[in-house]
């Protein structure tokens, strides 16, 4: 499977698949995404007494969607994110969502192809203005939103129609 990503603020975009992220990762990542989402309150990012925080948003996308964001210490927002594995009403949402959170678009970008979410699997970022003030985080957020978005579309089951 080859995962797009997406950065809302720049219309940036790459592609990874799953090598070189080792199992013990996902399931990690899983586990943080299925307690802070279970729990409904943000969880520690990276170990269990970090101060950053993920935080799973409900939202009435439906079960194969993610919609995600990333605390800073100070408890404001940083990033927010969202996963799915294809299109579809709810992740077409999900995605405009995201994209009308991002602060901005850097000048000569082309905002076409963030319009309408791609067909296979996803993940787009927004980056929000708090950041400038943690922007050490800057560093490894690109990476915690990769292991997010894998982490998540590992786990989920495969569909009835596949």
């Known amino acids: 499977m080859i995962l797009g990503h997406w950065n809302a603020n720049s219309g940036y975009y790459r592609q990874t698949d799953r090598s070189g992220m080792p ?85 000569g970008c082309d905002p076409t192809p963030l319009r309408e979410p791609p067909d296979g699997p996803w993940v787009i970022m927004a980056l929000l203005l708090p950041l400038a003030i943690h922007g050490e985080a800057v560093e490894w957020l690109g990476d915690v939103e990769q292991c997010i978005a894998w982490a998540f579309l590992k786990s989920l089951p495969p569909m009835a129609s596949a």
């Open 23 to 107: 199992d013990e990762v996902t399931r990690a990542f899983g586990r943080l995404i299925a307690a802070a989402g279970a729990l409904g309150v943000p969880a520690p990012l990276r170990d269990p007494d970090d101060t950053w925080q993920l935080e799973v948003l409900a939202h009435p996308h439906g079960p194969r969607i993610l919609k995600a964001r990333i605390v800073a210490p100070d408890e404001e927002p940083v990033a927010v994110l969202a996963v799915a594995e294809g299109g579809g009403t709810g992740a077409r949402r999900a995605w405009r969502e995201t994209v009308e959170a991002a602060p901005w678009l850097h000048p």
